[in-house]
């Protein structure tokens, strides 16, 4: 994994901007630790940072590659999981390798099949290469979009990056938000609209979408979607269908040239993929697999279950790390180290995220990378197979809204007046249901009972999904370490798109498909367990922290937040004790001090990135 930055200008000789180049790729130094490589010439200029992980010795980038008179010249960040296939495909067609890193199997991949190449690849990927011949650059993102690529198209230049603070390091690019990225900070966020970067002139290549950057401007492509299709296998041959794909995809996300371990929750997703793990490494006699888990000091005493977090995790890691003999780290976290994090987690994203959650993730990447460089994570399974509490409540299901933003007229009333007249925060929200609801894919005759559950289903794939794969990626990179999240392998998650929600639900369970998929695979109570989302904290002292900073931010006449929000209602909350509630605003773990963490985030992200809102 790495990070990847350039950009290209027509009109002026490039080779005396190094310097700028060189700034671009150096706020990318979290992703890649280990390495670091820019290329420049008259038109086009490419930066990369490098996470070594397969052939750490070979693969450094930008990787040059010439083909008869033609040259090309590669930046990825990345892992194809098919690279051994493809190697040998290509060598059977005369193709010759000088390294073993999956970076020279996509360049050569694309020298010998140009263009169509994204649509041979399984992994996860953003890249760009530089046809030097044709003076052209083609940019391409995997299918789920788990690794991020923004863009910037504006006054003749094409600017792309990792993350927006690798745009925003370019000279000509500012950090200036309009109606449209207010709405999304305050209205959608910590969320994103599909292709929105939040900041004017930014925005993001879509998933399974790439890109040709000429003289004649951009043209981009969408070369993969979600296809629906009867789905004509009983529940038996689905279940088996579901245990083969993912035990292959786990397997290939496995290989590594560094130390691999794999997040554990106790949870039916992760307890999963450790269970594959500890059973392919058994068979390539790997030795023990290592796991970690996260907690909170003293959430033991302060955990309430609730409908949206039903049980603690400890007894579950703990059943499933004796049961499977692993090498096992937990890590606790103090409120003080999760407060301090939040600024980390905001400098992390270029932008306001999932508070605590945010944070927590943060600190716990950087634990895990002091004895691992790679992580597997159950990250989007309860997207795809339809996990979530609101996939089984009628008034989550007939919102007529993101079913995770329930709590709309809420955040727009914490507005200032005039600001929400000018983004119009309800209607910009129900713009993106309705513009998401209009994509849904849908087959000839199905009855409305199957057509709610499909356009559920979308919505979380495509508009939640994005959310913690963002989350995932940058508080991971931030502490140089690659998360693989085996239930995003576009082979599985077309597969189950098209599974009936009577047989995804089998057994009158959650994510019923899944569990019969594991039979034999889990302990009996492991495969039965209640859902239970990431773990946050419980501990009153992070309410009042948090509390505590809002108050700092709206006690402070030059806080750059107070214009854009309604200070007397903000301050009224937060002096109140209705912040106690469990009720979230944001899908299952946002409720009242991930509010106040969330506005505390906004605040530094205005005030750190010298944000102009116009």
């Known amino acids: 994994m790495c990070g990847i930055t350039g950009w290209i200008d027509w009109t002026r000789d490039l080779t005396h901007d190094s310097n700028s180049l060189v700034k671009m790729t150096e706020t990318l130094s979290l992703r890649g630790p280990d390495a670091s490589g820019t290329w420049i010439s008259s038109h086009c200029a490419l930066g990369h940072r490098r996470l070594s992980v397969i052939d750490p010795e070979n693969g450094a980038q930008p990787m040059i590659r010439r083909s008869g008179d033609d040259t090309y010249v590669v930046v990825y960040n990345g892992e194809l999981y098919n690279a051994l296939e493809l190697r040998k495909e290509l060598e059977d067609r005369g193709r010759t390798f000088t390294t073993h890193c999956d970076t020279e199997v996509l360049l050569v991949s694309y020298i010998e099949w140009g263009k169509a190449c994204v649509e041979r690849f399984n992994g996860i990927f953003a890249f760009a290469i530089w046809d030097v011949t044709e003076q052209e650059l083609f940019l391409a993102r995997d299918r789920l979009g788990v690794k991020p690529l923004f863009i910037s198209f504006a006054d003749g230049l094409f600017i792309f990056g990792s993350e927006p603070k690798a745009i925003l390091a370019h000279p000509a690019v500012k950090a200036e938000v309009g109606a449209e990225g207010l709405a999304e900070i305050f209205i959608i966020g910590p969320a994103r609209t599909p292709g929105q970067g939040v900041y004017k002139d930014i925005t993001e290549l879509l998933p399974g979408q790439?890109?040709?950057?000429?003289?004649?401007?951009?043209?981009?492509?969408?070369?993969?979607?979600?296809?629906?299709?009867p789905h004509e296998e009983d529940v038996d041959t689905t279940a088996e269908h579901v245990r083969e794909l993912l035990k292959d995809t786990t397997e290939r996300q496995l290989v590594s040239d560094v130390p691999v371990g794999t997040l554990l929750s106790g949870g039916l997703d992760s307890s999963a993929l450790t269970t594959l793990a500890v059973r392919y490494y058994e068979q390539t006699g790997q030795g023990n697999v290592h796991t970690y888990s996260v907690d909170y000091a003293d959430n033991d005493k302060h955990f309430t279950a609730h409908a949206f977090q039903p049980n603690s995790d400890a007894p579950w890691i703990e059943r499933m790390t004796s049961h499977l003999d692993t090498i096992h780290h937990p890590i606790q976290f103090d409120t003080p180290e999760l407060v301090a994090a939040l600024r980390d987690a905001t400098l992390a994203r270029d932008l306001p995220g999932m508070a605590d959650v945010d944070a927590s993730l943060l600190l716990f990447c950087r634990e895990i990378k002091k004895g691992a460089t790679v992580a597997i994570s159950g990250e989007a399974a309860d997207e795809i197979f339809g996990g979530y509490p609101w996939f089984h409540r009628e008034e989550a299901l007939s919102a007529n809204t993101f079913p995770w933003s329930l709590a709309s007229s809420m955040r727009a009333d914490l507005l200032a007046p005039d600001v929400a007249a000018w983004i119009k925060p309800l209607d910009y929200i129900g713009d993106r249901y309705a513009s998401a609801i209009a994509e849904v894919p849908h087959l000839d005759g199905e009855s409305e009972t199957v057509r709610k559950m499909r356009k559920m289903s979308y919505l979380n794939i495509t508009r939640f999904m994005p959310t913690l794969l963002d989350r995932k990626d940058r508080m991971s990179m931030a502490a140089g370490l690659e998360v693989r999240v085996p239930f995003c392998d576009h082979r599985l998650v077309q597969y189950v798109w098209n599974i009936p929600w009577e047989i995804k639900t089998a057994g009158d369970r959650e994510k019923g498909i899944l569990r019969r998929a594991l039979k034999g695979v889990l302990p009996e109570d492991v495969l039965t367990r209640k859902k239970s989302p990431y773990p946050k904290t419980h501990n009153p002292n992070y309410l009042a922290a948090v509390?505590?900073?809002?108050?700092?931010?709206?006690?402070?006449?030059?806080?750059?937040?107070?214009?854009?929000?309604?200070?007397?209602?903000?301050?009224?909350?937060?002096?109140?004790?209705?912040?106690?509630?469990?009720?979230?605003w944001f899908g299952q773990l946002m409720s009242g001090p991930q509010l106040f963490a969330y506005l505390y985030q906004v605040n530094v992200w205005l005030k750190e990135y010298g944000v102009s809102v116009k």
Do not use: M
């Open 547 to 584: 509390k505590g900073l809002l108050l700092d931010v709206l006690n402070d006449p030059s806080s750059p937040l107070l214009p854009l929000i309604n200070l007397n209602k903000v301050r009224e909350l937060a002096e109140s004790d209705s912040a106690k509630s469990n009720i979230p």
């Open 210 to 229: 790439c890109a040709t950057v000429n003289r004649s401007g951009i043209r981009k492509t969408k070369y993969w979607s979600l296809e629906t299709i």
